[in-house]
């Protein structure tokens, strides 16, 4: 609640609402019949609407009614790969008669056919498969996504899908927080070859990534169809050198300890996590780095082994949430369906899977001194929605209670 005084004027006032504010030790910090000013895109005043300093209204060049909607800070889905070309619907039906995500890894499917698709792509091709996946976002409340690079895999088609991530954010109203993945599969001209293409992406992909500022941070998949513990850890140590953060796909399919490797470099998150140890869980809470769950690559690929999500809540590791959007393993743009998922097989309650789409996925983006929590100071990344309490936004399978998306203060039509 703030005590200090409104500016002389104000962007706009909200009213007549409810609030999960995400701060403080309530779960949701909820406001019943609360009020949020804002000014410069930020949000100035927050509280009950009772304590509204007087004159307010007069001072607001709008006024918004919301008729007893709940308020949340806009959700941030901080692990995407929404810049893609084409589907894996054929590969999704080998899977259902009986071969495995990895066994089509290894026979050169999967990730590799996503980037014969990207590669073939012209720039706009790209853009126009790209765009509506983050419209659908957008409906679902969403103002703020990282999206990952990593369907490239060669210096030229990183850097054309790391632009298309940057056009989007220039596009849409939504903060895009581009990352380089380049060592997300080994590329067909590299077969046999691991450590040459580590070479290459330390040497050359890596360098023109950072010098043209493309991306913010740098992740990798360390796993058996991926990069070793080995080379990960030298593409890691590459990204720190170039000053840009570290985030890895970690202990998905195994233990490989890269959650290990990710807190040594003070990473900023290590996501998936289904077969992190307890010497991983320890790991993670003494470096400070957010636990990212995907709950949504873990039933479309239809794994059985959970993250130790009740582990990691003992250590006091922070827990984010994201869509993990890709053609491969989670092909969705829904992040209110991953907080069903994520509450229905991973065992998180409604209040944590919010946070994991505001509060933690804020932080596991280094953002959380701007988004992700309703508090004065913070921008006015909003989300409105038609509810009566906030965990319905976890309850439902399907369906969008999404009224209004507010943007740095605007009000957008979605
Ligand atoms: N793990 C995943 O689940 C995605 N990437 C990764 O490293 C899958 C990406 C894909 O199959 O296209
Ligand atoms: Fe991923």
């Known amino acids: 609640m703030s005590h200090t005084k409104l500016p002389d004027n104000l962007d706009s006032l909200w009213l007549d609402c409810h609030l999960a504010t995400m701060s403080g030790p309530e779960r949701y910090g909820a406001i019943k019949d609360g009020a949020l000013a804002v000014k410069d895109g930020r949000i100035v005043w927050v509280g009950p609407e009772s304590y509204l300093p007087a004159g307010s209204i007069e001072r607001a060049k709008e006024t918004h009614h919301l008729g007893g909607a709940w308020v949340t800070p806009g959700l941030i889905d901080c692990h995407t790969h929404l810049v893609y070309a084409g589907s894996r619907a054929c590969e999704f039906e080998m899977r259902l008669m009986g071969a495995t995500y990895e066994e089509i890894a290894r026979a050169g499917g999967g990730i590799v056919s996503t980037v014969k698709a990207v590669r073939a792509a012209s720039p706009d091709q790209l853009y126009a498969e790209s765009a509506p996946r983050l419209k659908a976002m957008q409906r679902e409340g969403v103002t703020t996504l990282e999206i990952k690079s990593g369907y490239g895999l060669d210096t030229a088609n990183e850097i054309k899908m790391l632009k298309i991530a940057r056009r ?245 039509n979605i």
């Open 168 to 412: 989007l954010g220039i596009d849409f109203p939504v903060t895009v927080y581009p990352t380089f993945l380049g060592a997300h599969a080994l590329p067909p001209e590299f077969q046999g070859r691991p450590d040459a293409y580590v070479d290459l992406l330390v040497e050359e992909m890596l360098p023109a990534v950072a010098s043209q500022k493309l991306a913010l941070a740098v992740d990798a998949f360390c796993e058996r169809i991926g990069f070793s513990f080995g080379q990960t850890e030298r593409i890691l140590a590459a990204a720190e050198a170039h000053g840009l953060k570290i985030k890895l796909h970690a202990e998905q399919l195994s233990d490989q300890k890269g959650a290990q490797l990710a807190a040594r470099f003070k990473a900023l998150s290590a996501d998936h996590l289904e077969y992190l140890s307890q010497e991983g869980v320890e790991a993670l809470a003494a470096a400070g780095t957010v636990a990212v769950l995907l709950p949504g690559a873990f039933y479309f690929l239809g794994e059985t082994r959970k993250p130790p999500v009740e582990a990691l809540r003992e250590a006091g590791v922070p827990l984010a949430l994201a869509t993990d959007c890709n053609p491969g393993s989670s092909p969705t743009t829904s992040p209110l369906l991953m907080m069903n998922m994520a509450c229905v097989l991973f065992g998180l309650t409604p209040a944590e899977s919010l946070a994991g789409f505001t509060i933690n996925a804020a932080r596991a983006l280094g953002l959380h001194d701007r988004i992700g929590i309703l508090q004065q100071g913070k921008m006015a990344d909003l989300a409105v929605w038609d509810i009566n309490e906030p965990a319905e936004l976890a309850y439902r399978m399907g369906g969008n209670p999404c009224r209004l998306l507010v943007k740095e203060g605007a009000a957008l």
